[in-house]
């Protein structure tokens, strides 16, 4: 080939790498579009098939619906209980108690729970003292604590709070434990020999390290303090879903046990939505695909 016809090719060839990266990107920006279209198409027509089966069922009394209620008189439920209220007030109103019990717990045992497990994770002495009574009160089955807290501190709720954070605390302990012991070791002895205290190596280095760890736990935590705030109203409370809950199961409405639980799923839904929202911001420099 002539040296004059060489530099052409180059230049052509330097020309069309980027347009094929960008019809490559392209391509597989559109296949990710369908695939999430795809899959959410899928996750309504399951969903509409499941809602219909029971109806049809429960209208041909296959299973009774008395015992099991139907998904029209479960609609029926929330909206009087929307546009009319409930027993203890307004249903905005209950929400918010068990909201309000719940993400008290919740900020209360994520707290706790990162707070002590990045200093056991880092003071090794402090983990050697301390790690027996955590595995013994992590045995505990710490719902049966909900009445205990009842006793303690009454109907109000302080004792939902309580059942809230010993169920969040110790996922989120776990998970920012081994977060901090797995820190790279590099990136240490490099902060040190940069002359970082251990406060800054904590806090630039450890913390930021163990974050992915902790958010990992987040998304379960916030379930386990409604199931705390709940199972404390259930028990016994003045307000809240889990005293709807309780009020149902005692009057043998089927149908309002099951509309709690939605309200209560799509509260849970919501949360996690918000969460996995503040997780992408927080791990914008993530690649697309490190999580997998």
């Known amino acids: 080939m002539s040296?004059?016809?060489?530099?052409?090719?180059?230049?052509?060839?330097?020309?069309?790498?980027?347009?094929?990266?960008t019809n490559r990107a392209q391509t597989r920006a559109q296949a990710a579009r369908r695939r999430k279209a795809l899959v959410a198409?899928?996750?309504?027509?399951?969903?509409?098939a499941v809602l219909g089966l029971w109806e049809g069922l429960s209208r041909a009394k296959v299973i009774d619906p008395f015992n099991f209620s139907m998904p029209s008189k479960i609609w029926d439920q929330i909206w009087t209980w929307v546009m009319h209220g409930t027993a203890l007030g307004s249903l905005g109103?209950?929400?918010?108690?068990?909201?309000?019990?719940?993400?008290?717990?919740?900020?209360?045992?994520?707290?706790?729970?990162?707070?002590?497990?990045?200093?056991?994770?880092?003071?090794?002495?402090?983990?050697?003292?301390?790690?027996?009574?955590?595995?013994v009160l992590n045995s505990i089955p710490r719902i049966v604590l909900a009445p205990i807290f009842l006793i303690w501190f009454g109907l109000g709720p302080s004792s939902k709070v309580a059942s809230?954070?010993?169920?969040?605390?110790?996922?989120?302990?776990?998970?920012?434990f081994q977060g901090a012991r797995e820190v790279d070791r590099n990136l240490v002895a490099n902060a040190r020999i940069l002359g970082a205290s251990d406060r800054r190596v904590t806090l630039q280095v450890v913390i930021p390290s163990a974050t992915s760890w902790i958010f990992t736990s987040l998304h379960v935590s916030f379930g386990f303090a409604l199931i705390g705030a709940i199972v404390g109203e259930y028990i016994g409370a003045t307000k809240g879903i889990g005293l709807l809950v309780s009020q149902s199961q005692n009057t043998f409405n089927a149908a309002g046990v099951y509309a709690a639980m939605v309200i209560l799923a799509v509260v849970a839904l919501a949360a996690e939505g918000l969460l996995t929202v503040a997780e992408r911001r927080i791990f914008r420099w993530k690649p697309a695909g490190s999580d997998s």
């Open 3 to 21: 040296p004059d016809v060489m530099p052409e090719a180059q230049v052509a060839l330097t020309m069309t790498e980027p347009a094929d990266k």
């Open 41 to 48: 198409a899928i996750r309504v027509l399951l969903l509409v």
């Open 93 to 135: 109103e209950q929400i918010w108690y068990t909201l309000y019990e719940a993400l008290l717990g919740w900020v209360l045992g994520v707290a706790g729970g990162v707070l002590l497990g990045i200093a056991l994770g880092r003071i090794r002495l402090l983990a050697e003292v301390l790690g027996p009574y955590i595995k």
């Open 164 to 176: 809230a954070v010993v169920l969040v605390f110790f996922p989120v302990f776990f998970n920012a």
